[in-house]
């Protein structure tokens, strides 16, 4: 996973280590779960059932 982080190490976007890419990537997975109703529906149900 870290080489394929370190493809996206941009001093110009602030990404200066792994660290923050990964971050960078991980908001925007839930930004995009965020956008769908139906990615929603599906988390809160298995959360509900499964605790």
Same mark, same amino acid.
């Given at each position: 996973m870290?080489?394929? %982080?370190?493809?996206y190490l941009n001093e110009e976007h602030d990404l200066?280590?792994?660290?923050?890419v990964l971050s960078g %990537?991980?908001?925007i997975i839930a930004e995009w779960i965020s956008d769908e109703a139906?990615?929603?529906e599906k988390i809160r149900s298995?959360?509900?059932k499964k605790g």
């Open positions: 870290s080489e394929e %982080a370190q493809k200066t280590d792994i660290q923050d %990537a991980k908001d139906a990615y929603r298995v959360t509900y």
